[in-house]
């Protein structure tokens, strides 16, 4: 066990743009999302790890619970990739054609 200081995508990006946000942080995708509450509507993608199973990681999110906080951030899924003998892969969202033109 060790202590790791962190932050928040909130603090480092601001007002700032990304075009695309890759998330692969064993795990802690929820953390991240939920530390970049405010700058998502500033991100146009966002490419993650994900899995259907539940306590895949102690903590971890379910790609469902996932998808669910990205939508509610104007996102939709346009591509998963999940391998077939653990349910685990990679997803990528984008923002949806509606919420881009907005932003």
Not at 6 to 11: F, P, S, V
Not at 39 to 61: M, T
Not at 69 to 89: I, K, M, Q, W, Y
């Given at each position: 066990?060790?202590?790791?200081?962190?932050?928040?995508?909130?603090?480092?990006l601001?007002?700032?743009?990304?075009?695309?946000?890759?998330?692969?942080?064993?795990?802690?995708?929820?953390?991240?999302?939920?530390?970049?509450?405010?700058?998502?509507?500033?991100?146009?993608?966002?490419?993650?790890?994900?899995?259907?199973?539940?306590?895949?990681?102690?903590?971890?999110?379910?790609?469902?619970?996932?998808?669910?906080?990205?939508?509610r951030?104007?996102?939709?899924?346009?591509?998963?990739?999940?391998?077939?003998?653990?349910?685990?892969?990679?997803?990528?969202?984008?923002?949806?054609?509606?919420?881009?033109?907005?932003?």
């Amino acid at each position: 066990e060790f202590t790791v200081e962190t932050t928040t995508l909130d603090e480092k990006l601001g007002a700032g743009h990304l075009d695309c946000l890759w998330i692969d942080v064993q795990g802690a995708e929820h953390l991240v999302l939920r530390g970049a509450a405010s700058s998502l509507h500033n991100i146009d993608a966002v490419f993650l790890e994900v899995s259907r199973l539940p306590n895949l990681y102690k903590g971890g999110a379910t790609m469902k619970q996932l998808e669910r906080e990205l939508e509610r951030h104007g996102f939709e899924s346009v591509l998963v990739g999940l391998d077939a003998r653990n349910l685990t892969g990679n997803a990528f969202y984008v923002r949806s054609p509606e919420k881009l033109n907005s932003a």
